[in-house]
């Protein structure tokens, strides 16, 4: 529903549909950049054409949806699509993600109960899964006071820095700790452009450590919620919980007792 139109009011009006914004609309004005120009949107259903209209005036230039053999293909999308030069091309998953945290799940609910930071949770752990790390995979994602992503990240190397050809062991001679940056680090420098992360909140699957530390501390970023590993706890997780004492940042652990399946099919 649009911005003040309660859901639970709206969703039981005759008229519900008329209301009803659809994703691609939230997601192309939720926008955190200056502007769409050359964008990619990712959506889940096939868009009609009220949606198409303003993917294109939007200046998004290439479309990818997953197939649904349920939903209609309104062929004047593709029409409107194919005279402006915005691509669409369908994604076919070739496997379905599961989202279980440690491997200590309780329940198993619908990915419609991702309430109380689960959702943004699950979008640090999937970003997580980007990292070429083949020991230690962290994901890091953050979020406005309005509740909307502002950025997210995934221990890699520097950019330009190619993740395939520079070192991930813990050797000396092929030592990864001298040059991977840490999920929380690149989240904070990969947000959206423009956008400013003073006051919010950043997600990540593991303690941060100390150097990410002090960038959250000084990128104005005001609560962290990790995920609980038994692993925490170390001595440099108190030097941690010390700066973040001092500087007045809230630390918060989040317990995942919930299962996700991505089931594209
Ligand atoms: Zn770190």
Redesign the pocket.
């Known amino acids: 529903m649009p911005t003040g139109c309660n859901n639970k009011t709206f969703i039981n009006h005759t008229y519900a549909n008329f209301f009803e914004c659809d994703a691609e609309i939230n997601a192309i004005l939720n926008k955190n950049s200056i502007n769409l120009q050359n964008c990619t949107i990712f959506v889940s259903l096939y868009p009609c054409s009220e949606t198409a209209k303003i993917i294109i005036q939007s200046g998004i230039k290439e479309v990818v949806y997953l197939p649904d053999p349920k939903s209609y293909k309104e062929p004047a999308t593709k029409k409107m699509f194919d005279a402006s030069g915005v691509e669409i091309r369908e994604h076919t998953p070739n496997e379905n993600i599961k989202i279980d945290f440690f491997h200590h799940a309780k329940l198993d609910r619908p990915v419609a109960d991702l309430s109380g930071g689960n959702l943004f949770m699950a979008i640090a752990y999937l970003t997580s899964k980007r990292s070429k790390d083949p020991v230690c995979q962290v994901g890091a994602c953050i979020v406005n006071s309005d509740n909307k992503i502002v950025g997210t990240g995934y221990n890699g190397m520097p950019t330009g820095c190619n993740d395939d050809e520079f070192p991930w062991g813990k050797s000396s001679k092929s030592n990864k700790f001298i040059y991977v940056c840490?999920a929380?680090?690149n989240a904070v420098f990969y947000k959206s452009s423009m956008i400013n992360v003073k006051d919010c909140t950043l997600y990540t699957t593991r303690f941060?450590?100390i150097?990410?530390g002090k960038i959250i501390i000084q990128s104005g970023i005001k609560d962290v919620v990790y995920l609980k590993n038994p692993k925490n706890g170390k001595e440099e997780d108190r030097a941690t919980k010390e700066m973040f004492n001092a500087s007045g940042v809230k630390l918060y652990e989040h317990e995942q007792n919930l299962v996700i399946t991505l089931d594209f099919a």
């Open positions: 840490h929380e680090m941060p450590c150097e990410c």
